[in-house]
């Protein structure tokens, strides 16, 4: 019997998935770095995400959510709050607990550096890729959706 055709391609497509995971990861730190993102520490962007993404949260859940003790969720919030970032009001479902949400100068701020990075984006596919181009890649972002919606 004779594989090696499989295993051929197994190779191929063990090399396309670590280009892919390069190329990928290079991707996000590029856009990362049109942000500039300054002292938030990436537990505190994933919180704030997080947030935006769930909505209000206690620090507790908020620890669950993100994989981690609520003593280490603390300063994290203490730093969004001397940020302006989060503010707590009194849970209506708990009085004892405290329900954080984003500020309004949160949403500003996030909305602001999806702005940046969506026109380094554009400007950036605008100047490395002809139109042919852009339709090659917009083929390619139809066959990655697939790889990751359910």
């Given amino acids: 019997m004779n594989t090696a055709p499989d295993d051929h391609q197994?190779?191929?497509t063990s090399a396309l998935a670590?280009?892919?995971?390069?190329?990928?990861?290079?991707?996000?730190?590029?856009?990362?770095e049109q942000a500039r993102i300054?002292?938030?520490t990436p537990s505190q962007i994933s919180v704030l995400l997080r947030m935006e993404r769930d909505g209000p949260a206690t620090a507790s859940s908020l620890a669950r959510?993100?994989?981690?003790?609520?003593?280490s969720m603390a300063p994290i919030i203490a730093a969004l709050e001397g940020a302006g970032f989060v503010s707590g009001a009194p849970d209506p479902a708990d009085g004892r607990q405290t329900l954080l949400s984003l500020t309004e100068a949160c949403r500003t701020w996030v909305a602001a550096r999806?702005?940046?990075r969506q026109d380094w984006l554009v400007r950036t596919l605008q100047a490395?890729?002809?139109p042919d181009e852009q339709g090659e890649l917009a083929k390619a972002v139809?066959?990655?959706?697939r790889l990751v919606d359910d």
């Fill in 10 to 12: 197994a190779a191929l």
């Fill in 18 to 32: 670590q280009d892919l995971r390069a190329v990928l990861g290079k991707l996000k730190r590029r856009l990362r």
């Fill in 38 to 40: 300054g002292d938030l």
């Fill in 65 to 71: 959510a993100e994989g981690m003790r609520p003593q």
């Fill in 114 to 116: 999806r702005a940046v």
């Fill in 128 to 130: 490395r890729l002809s």
């Fill in 142 to 145: 139809e066959l990655l959706k």
